[in-house]
């Protein structure tokens, strides 16, 4: 009989820094603060503390102000499970929500709710202050259209749902080209990162347990958003794909009108990074004749980070502040393949999920 082996627990997690510092170039709130509390090896060191000493009470400022970006763990040379080690401690300490992510956790867990309210505020768009418009104006969608049965699965999301239509369209129509096809589960929602990152850990569960439920059969899931990728990974019962890496790998079997010189601005998600995929829509955008692509340099995180651009706005407007001066003024379009970042990088350029901009170039 095989020996049962343990998780290790989160003092284990955080003994396995040994503290060379490499990461904190990489941290965008620590570039911000200059703080050793705001860098990684700060928090790591608070999180070993609070898991040797559980009793502890209060409000930790600085752990419960990581945007759980991950940049931190694609360089560390001695692979730190972070993600996996603050969201253990975020349950154990659930950090201070405002009451705008309480709201966005409640409303992302009741997708029809939040569906009907992105509805409604885009109705009431024109009319609303600027102050009453955190979000871009979703964009007019008909329903999904999508075959009912496939051995791929389509992941819609909460807000995705509506701001990613029209991606979901594309996604179809680039799969049908290369004689594929994907369904999309209308029981599905939320992938639970916010929920898992909040500290939400039974609202977390429960979301993964409908997804399961809603996944299960299938051979795999495509996944639009770089940043529902660990969460559904983690939970969804099944493969899981980036939309954009499937692709790729399958790329010889589309063609692409030229774009006739047209110039876009590429932008790599922190998730799109770790991931691996961001090699992939740059390979596939390379696919379009005549295209002229500008990767924005790393900057550092846009700011977006899940709830992070209503919890503390300020400081996520200093994080996109660079990212949109690394624009060059040739450009049109604005292209990113995670939902948060093009809602919050939203407003100097029109913005596009990859595949969008793609199909319209399909032969």
Not at 78 to 86: I, P
Not at 290 to 304: M, Q
Not at 314 to 336: F, G, N
Not at 341 to 359: D, I, S, T, V, Y
Request: net charge neutral; hydrophobic share 40%; proline share 7%.
């Amino acid at each position: 009989m095989l020996p049962v082996l343990k998780s290790p627990s989160r003092a284990d997690l955080a003994r396995q820094c040994v503290k060379c510092g490499l990461c904190l170039p990489h941290c965008p709130t620590y570039a911000l603060a200059g703080m050793e509390a705001e860098s990684p090896r700060g928090r790591i060191m608070q999180m070993a503390d609070l898991a040797e000493n559980p009793g502890q009470a209060g409000v930790f400022k600085h752990l419960d102000a990581c945007l759980g970006c991950r940049r931190c763990e694609s360089v560390c040379p001695a692979d730190v499970s972070y993600e996996q080690l603050l969201v253990e401690t975020r349950a154990a300490h659930p950090p201070a929500l405002t009451w705008r992510e309480k709201a966005a956790l409640w409303l992302m867990a009741h997708k029809s709710l939040l569906n009907g309210g992105l509805g409604f505020y885009r109705t009431a768009y024109p009319i609303l202050p600027t102050r009453w418009r955190p979000l871009p104006r979703p964009p007019v969608a008909s329903a999904d259209s999508a075959p009912a049965r496939s051995r791929n699965a389509i992941f819609t999301g909460c807000v995705a749902n509506s701001y990613e239509h029209h991606a979901r369209m594309a996604l179809l129509q680039l799969l049908q080209a290369l004689g594929d096809d994907a369904a999309i589960p209308s029981t599905q929602g939320c992938c639970g990162q916010a929920a898992r990152h909040a500290g939400q850990t039974a609202l977390a569960a429960s979301l993964a347990a409908a997804n399961q439920s809603a996944f299960s059969g299938f051979d795999r899931v495509l996944v639009l958003a770089s940043g529902c990728h660990s969460a559904l990974q983690d939970s969804a019962g099944v493969s899981v794909v980036d939309a954009m890496t499937y692709l790729a790998e399958r790329a010889d079997g589309l063609q692409f009108r030229s774009a006739h010189g047209r110039h876009v601005a590429l932008h790599t998600p922190c998730t799109a990074s770790f991931h691996g995929s961001g090699n992939a829509v740059h390979a596939l955008l390379s696919r379009i004749p005549d295209l002229h692509i500008t990767v924005l340099p790393d900057t550092g995180c846009c700011g977006g980070a899940g709830l992070h651009q209503l919890a503390d706005p300020d400081r996520a407007a200093s994080l996109r502040a660079p990212v949109l001066a690394a624009i060059p003024e040739t450009a049109d379009v604005l292209l990113s393949a995670n939902i948060g970042c093009r809602l919050h990088l939203a407003g100097k350029l029109p913005m596009q999920h990859p595949l969008e901009f793609m199909a319209n170039y399909l032969l």
